[in-house]
C-alpha cells in the first residue's frame, strides 16, 4: 500500500527538549512538505523540500530543521528555539498538481 | 501573493439537507484549486481538484465544486449531507509558477440529526 506514515502519532516533551517527528513516503515523489496545524488557522507552511539534498524555508520556519538525505524521509526537528511549539504536525507529499497527507503527529509540550 | 478566504468557519446543517461551503481566492498568477476534507486528529484527504476543463468538477463522497474565474471562487456543494460528513473541509489554491499550496483557514461542517 503506497502512502505517507508519521510517527508517533501522539508525542509529549518537556519544554527545553529538541523533538524529531518522522515521516516517511513510499509514493516515489520527489517533493515533501511539513505543516503545522493550529485551530483555526487552517495550515501553515514550515519546511519544503523539491529533492534530495535540498529544502527551503515557509511561512514559519523560525525554531525548526529539517534534513532530506533520501527521497523517502524528511524529518522534522522541533527545537527548543521554537516558543511555541504545541500543535498537530502533518506531513504531506507531491505528485504532479495534488498534496498527499500522512496521518500527522500531535506534539504537546510542557 | 496568494491568499484563500473561506468565509464560514462553522457551518451547521441538518442530515439530507444541502451544504455548500464557499471559498474565495486572490491569485496574481493562474491557479489550481483543491478541496481536502479532515475527520479528528487525522490528515487531509482529497475530495476534488480543479486543474483545466470543465468549471464543475466531481469528486468522492458525493461533493462538487464549480469553479468561477470572474469571482474568484471555487464553491464546494453536496446536495444531501450524512451525519459522517460532520468534518473540516480545507479550500486551496497552488499557483501554477510554484510547488507550494496556499490554505484557508478551514470551515467545520457539523451535520445534525
Known amino acids: 500500500d503506497g502512502g505517507i506514515t508519521q510517527s508517533p502519532k501522539y508525542l509529549f516533551r518537556k519544554e527545553g527538549q529538541n523533538v524529531t517527528l518522522s515521516c516517511e513516503q513510499n509514493?516515489?515523489?520527489?517533493?515533501m512538505y511539513w505543516y503545522r496545524q493550529d485551530p483555526g488557522q487552517g495550515l501553515r507552511l514550515i519546511y519544503y523540500?523539491?529533492?534530495?539534498?535540498?529544502?527551503q524555508k515557509g511561512d514559519i520556519a523560525e525554531g525548526y530543521s529539517v534534513s532530506r538525505e533520501k527521497k523517502e524521509s524528511f524529518p522534522l526537528t522541533v527545537t527548543s528555539a521554537q516558543k511555541n511549539p504545541t500543535a498537530f504536525y502533518l506531513c504531506?507529499?507531491?505528485?504532479?498538481?495534488?498534496?498527499?497527507f500522512g496521518p500527522g503527529t500531535r506534539l504537546t509540550v510542557t | 501573493a496568494q491568499s484563500v478566504t473561506q468565509l464560514d468557519s462553522q457551518v451547521p446543517v441538518f442530515e439530507e439537507a444541502p451544504v455548500e461551503l464557499r471559498c474565495n481566492y486572490s491569485?496574481?498568477?493562474?491557479?489550481?484549486l483543491f478541496w481536502y476534507v479532515q475527520y479528528p486528529n487525522q490528515g487531509l484527504q482529497l475530495l476534488l481538484k480543479?486543474?483545466?476543463?470543465?468549471?464543475l468538477v466531481k469528486g468522492i463522497n458525493g461533493f462538487e465544486a464549480e469553479f468561477n474565474k470572474s469571482q474568484t471562487s471555487f464553491h464546494l456543494r453536496k446536495p444531501s449531507v450524512h451525519i459522517s460528513d460532520t468534518a473540516e473541509y480545507f479550500c486551496?489554491?497552488?499557483?501554477?509558477?510554484?510547488?507550494?499550496?496556499?490554505f484557508g483557514t478551514g470551515t467545520r461542517l457539523q451535520v445534525f440529526p
Open positions: 486551496a489554491v497552488g499557483p501554477y509558477n510554484t510547488d507550494k499550496l496556499i
Open positions: 523540500s523539491q529533492i534530495v539534498n535540498d529544502f
Open positions: 480543479y486543474l483545466s476543463g470543465s468549471t
Open positions: 504531506a507529499s507531491k505528485s504532479a498538481y495534488e498534496q498527499y
Open positions: 491569485s496574481s498568477v493562474s491557479v489550481y
Open positions: 509514493l516515489n515523489h520527489d517533493a
